[in-house]
């Protein structure tokens, strides 16, 4: 069975408290976009992994490996499964291409077995591979928050067109944290950034990122994206997640077609692409 696995962008991230334990409450805005993976997962005679990507191997730390190792131990299965992997987005992206590669996992993991699982069970499930997963796992514009576990749904207004801009070298999401200073980083307006969704009113000057701060000092790249970006006219720039990826996002195709041809030979990596709400 196959399934694709859509990337996403956060169109607002704050993190604004850090729990005993090390983790970290946030409140953001994703929106998924038409750019994926594609996931094929079927039961085998014995356990087979494919990938047109060689970076991404078949160890314990691969998010699909992960998510059926979970599901085999939580659901006592004992099949072998021949997966194959169609890998598009890149890697420490900010794009949550590993998380979305887990949620398609358990999707399609689900119907093969005819798991019937509650929405708690599902967002549990998700969390134990990572924070993104459950809102990868659903796939609809949202405020996410807490852990990554509170989904609530946004009915955008508008469809948006994007334009993703990543530097070669990426961010570990791990390191991004470790440097993040609350005090110094953005703190951004979800709550005026969601109405300005739902009313289809403008965006522009709303959008903010906590993680900037410190991705920033890890990749010098990001922040020359974001000049080149804005050098070229885009009105809407923010890094996704924990980067690399930068990218700009209007309502307006052409102007998004515009500003992808003045960068086509930035030689960063470039993607058109939209929102997947309608």
Not at 26 to 45: G, K, Q, R
Not at 66 to 77: N, Q
Not at 118 to 132: K, N, P, S
Request: charge should be negative; glycine fraction near 6%; charged fraction near 25%.
């Amino acid at each position: 069975m196959k399934q694709r696995a859509y990337a996403k962008i956060n169109l607002s991230l704050d993190i604004f408290n850090v729990r005993e334990n090390g983790y970290h409450d946030l409140n953001s805005i994703m929106l998924p976009i038409d750019f994926y993976d594609e996931l094929e997962i079927s039961v085998s005679a014995k356990d087979e992994y494919r990938c047109n990507r060689h970076y991404i191997r078949n160890s314990q730390d691969n998010s699909i490996i992960k998510m059926i190792r979970i599901l085999k131990e939580r659901y006592s299965l004992s099949d072998h499964y021949s997966i194959i992997l169609n890998k598009q987005i890149p890697t420490q992206a900010g794009l949550g291409g590993g998380t979305a590669d887990a949620a398609a996992a358990l999707r399609i993991m689900q119907t093969i077995h005819q798991l019937e699982m509650t929405d708690d069970e599902i967002r549990e499930i998700c969390m134990l591979v990572g924070a993104d997963v459950p809102f990868n796992y659903y796939n609809v514009p949202a405020v996410v928050g807490g852990l990554g576990e509170e989904i609530e749904e946004i009915p955008l207004k508008k469809t948006y067109y994007i334009l993703l801009v990543k530097p070669w070298s990426g961010v570990s999401t791990k390191q991004a944290y470790e440097l993040l200073d609350m005090e110094k980083c953005d703190h951004p307006d979800i709550p005026k950034l969601k109405k300005a969704l739902i009313n289809g009113d403008s965006i522009q000057g709303l959008l903010g990122n906590s993680l900037e701060q410190p991705a920033f000092q890890l990749n010098s790249e990001i922040v020359r994206v974001k000049e080149q970006l804005t050098a070229a006219g885009a009105r809407n720039v923010l890094m996704s997640g924990s980067g690399s990826t930068v990218f700009c996002i209007d309502e307006d195709r052409e102007e998004i077609r515009r500003i992808a041809q003045r960068m086509k030979d930035s030689g960063y990596y470039l993607r058109f692409t939209r929102t997947l709400n309608q």
